[in-house]
């Protein structure tokens, strides 16, 4: 059984003498309203992707990934804008750690919100499964809302407060750590576990801490590819039950190994999961606020329990 893992946590280190503070993509800021929606596409493996120019071509489809700390350019992109690595930086994905050109990119836009200056990494597209990645760097100060049912990114920035945002049945308060966010409150199969949102990945991912406490059977084995063409072995079974804040999802299929995207999170000795998009898509919307330091779940209508 082969599943794809695009658990990209994805931190760089620079390999220039100027350091890894070369490597820096700031937030986006809107160039005009606080408020924007943005018509997303599912690829080929259910992740939602979005419509960005870089330096005035495109658009081209870019990953939403909550699960990468940086964004990411391809090979194919590169080549048609013309650009070519000028220096190198260590990127480390679900699977391990790899040493990538980095170009320069004068202007990146997603909707009104855009970056100038800056340097981004290259990985292959055959790897990414996409023209890019929107990594957390993007996403930073503004609360994100993905509802899977209309296929929109909703982008809200920190000064804001949008009516249509609010409403979720299912509030949950994080801690932050590099960026992500952790949800520190969910449990599987009575195991208290750590949990990250990660929509770039097609499988969640759990560590050996957690199959420790679990006890969990090995119902076979796999291999996880990561978006930086690297591969881990993994063993997969099935938990029988996740809850979150009352959410409950039965049945859920996890992957367990030893990434290192655990480690660069600080998440490598305590049970912890990357919950990927298969579980992600049983709501109707979900919304990580950056700000507030909150994960909020939108409960599709049949599973809302009557009052």
């Known amino acids: 059984m082969a599943l794809t893992a695009i658990a990209l946590a994805l931190a760089l280190a620079s390999t220039s003498a100027e350091g890894a503070g070369a490597i820096d993509l ?15 596409k599912s690829d080929d493996y259910n992740r939602m992707t979005v419509p960005v120019t870089v330096r005035e071509h495109g658009p081209f489809r870019f990953m939403v990934d909550t699960g990468a700390q940086r964004t990411v350019l391809t090979d194919m992109v590169a080549a048609r804008l013309g650009v070519t690595g000028t220096e190198q930086a260590q990127v480390t994905g679900v699977a391990g750690t790899r040493v990538v050109n980095v170009v320069n990119v ?8 855009s970056w100038e200056g800056k340097q981004l990494p290259i990985l292959l597209a055959n790897d990414v ?6 990594g957390l760097d993007g996403l930073q100060g503004q609360r994100v809302m993905i509802d899977f049912r209309r296929n929109e990114v ?8 949008d009516p249509a945002a609010d409403g979720f049945e ?28 990660d929509t770039g990945s097609d499988v969640s991912v759990g560590n050996r801490a957690l199959q420790k406490a679990l006890g969990s059977r090995v119902q076979g084995h796999t291999e996880l590819q990561s978006v930086t063409g690297q591969s881990i072995q993994a063993e997969y079974g099935t938990a029988r039950q996740f809850s979150i804040d009352g959410f409950k999802v039965t049945g859920m ?3 367990y190994t030893d990434s290192p995207s655990f480690a660069l999170m600080g998440l490598d000795r305590r049970p912890a ?11 109707d919307r979900i919304a990580i606020d950056f700000v507030a330091k909150r994960v909020m779940f939108d ?6 329990p009557n009052s």
């Open 170 to 197: 299912i509030v949950v308060e994080a801690k932050r750590h590099n960026g992500e966010l952790i949800m520190t409150n969910a449990v599987i199969d009575g195991v208290k576990v750590d949990v990250v949102i």
């Open 299 to 304: 409960m599709p209508a049949a599973s809302i």
């Open 106 to 113: 004068d202007k990146l836009k997603l909707g009104r919100r």
């Open 129 to 134: 499964g996409a023209d890019g990645i929107i």
């Open 154 to 161: 909703t982008l809200i920035d920190r000064v804001s407060r």
């Open 273 to 283: 999961l990357l919950l990927g998009m298969p579980t992600l898509r049983l709501f």
């Open 253 to 255: 299929p996890i992957a």
């Open 26 to 40: 700031p937030v986006a800021r809107p160039a005009s309203g606080p408020i924007e929606t943005i018509a997303a």
